[in-house]
């Protein structure tokens, strides 16, 4: 069945573009407003924080699992029915996180959630890539798209945290039900039914095990890893089980019909750079920007909801940044668009690397506002590249990849900027120790003493962070000038910039 394109008609153009907008931004608010809740959770399932730490894990490792899944079956089974079928998913699930009674019931049920809410990702590209068949709207349909994940981490603690204080942490899911309905009665009445060509009923499903299982030890050890130790016995069995099972995966693909994941793709330079240039941002961007709440909160005395309002600026400057590149496609090679994007992003960085106990407000919006417009100004570029690289039947599959890589890129910058900041803290204080002297010991000015070497080593290892991740972000901005567009692609046309 070919795919049936939605009247041209902006207005419903646009509001198509909304209704996914608003099952994404949905979706990845939940993901983010749960952390604030993990304290009262902890406190009245009466658990430790290591236990709590499931809770997400449990989310993450689904969601991680099941996006190429979600992806192939949205381009075979259509991509609204996998749309809805998510959503209701999502919905019925964050009601039954509401009224988990212990931490099993609650991960068990995160995991539904982490299930649901994955096929949104992969089918919502989708959706929106074939509404859009001019090429310049689509890049900023997708641009803008994409600026709902900054705008959903947010308003998560801009939500959640009220929510939390006046009632309870129950209420951050329940909050999902009325809303999931609303995005249910949005996709029924403005989304049309679309496939890609069509295929055989077969499914790829030793593919589907195969890549599950190697997700799965892998994103398990970046998340628990700093916890267990990374020469633990139970991180070397995770590395060993994402090694064995990716190189089964491989071969299993060589060989299949209709594979879970088209390897042809990465046969593409414009899919594999382009790839490559969100693998590194994003995880450099999630290592780093996941400390700015924990220093707020810890060494400026903010409250989660004050900490919030520090995000609403970075929101509004890549909501604001993300049409405006998509109006370059035409004019300027997506390449230096992107190269400019991510290179002032890691810039924007840097600059975090001199907030301290000291700084205001200012010093840290400033900052987070130059890195969020430059990295919303390259984001329609990126998408639509993805989605112009490969045939539109695949459009679904390639976006389940994206999101994927996107999924293992934060996790990778969480593991590799927290251990970071937990060593060079450590080495700290070690330094620091050495360099000073106290002229009068007594009880009361050796407490002070330490207090005051932790606390310099603590913001000192918050700035190695921010500028570790700035030089990673700025180094990887050169990936960007490897790309390539050429005006034909797996031998599909496609309404692209060529080079030149």
Known sequence: MSDEK?????????????TVIFGTFLGRLDQTVVNLALPKIIGDFNIGVTDAAWISTAYILANAVFVPVWGKLGDTAGRKRIYLIGFIGFTVASGLCALAWNLPSMIVFRIVQGFA????????????????TNAKERAQALGIWSGAFAVAAVFGPLIGGP????????????????????????AFMFINESVGEKRSVKFDWWGSLSLGAALATLVLVLDQGQTWGWASAPSVLSYAGTLVFGIAFYFIERREPEPIVNLNFFKIPTFVYTMLNNFIVFMALMGAIFLIPIFAETFLGYSATQTGYLFIP??????????LGGRLIGKVKPGLVIFASTFLSGVGIFLLSYIDPRSTA??????????????????????????????????G???AVLALVRNIAGAFGLAVFS???????NANVIAIAQRSVLNVVTPQNLQTFIALIALKA?????????????????????TALLITVPRNVLGHEHQVVAEG
């Open 314 to 323: 970075l929101a509004v400057m890549m909501m604001f940044a993300a049409p």
């Open 6 to 18: 939605i009247t041209e008609k902006s207005s419903v153009r646009w509001i198509v573009l909304a």
């Open 419 to 425: 251990t970071l900041l937990t060593n060079s803290e």
């Open 397 to 399: 599959e390639a976006s």
């Open 163 to 186: 929510l939390i204080d006046n009632f309870s942490w129950r209420s951050v899911f329940f909050i999902n039900i009325p809303l999931g309905i609303i995005g249910l009665l949005l």
């Open 362 to 395: 200012l010093d840290i919006i400033i900052p987070m506002c130059v890195m969020a417009f430059s990295l919303g100004f390259g984001m329609a570029q990126r998408t639509n590249l993805i989605a112009v690289s490969v045939p539109q039947k695949d459009i």
């Open 458 to 478: 603590q913001v000192a290892a918050y700035a190695t962070v921010f500028e570790a991740a700035a030089f990673v972000v700025m180094l990887g901005s050169f």
């Open 117 to 132: 809410v994955s096929a949104d990702y992969p089918t919502a590209m989708a959706i929106i890539a074939i509404t859009f």
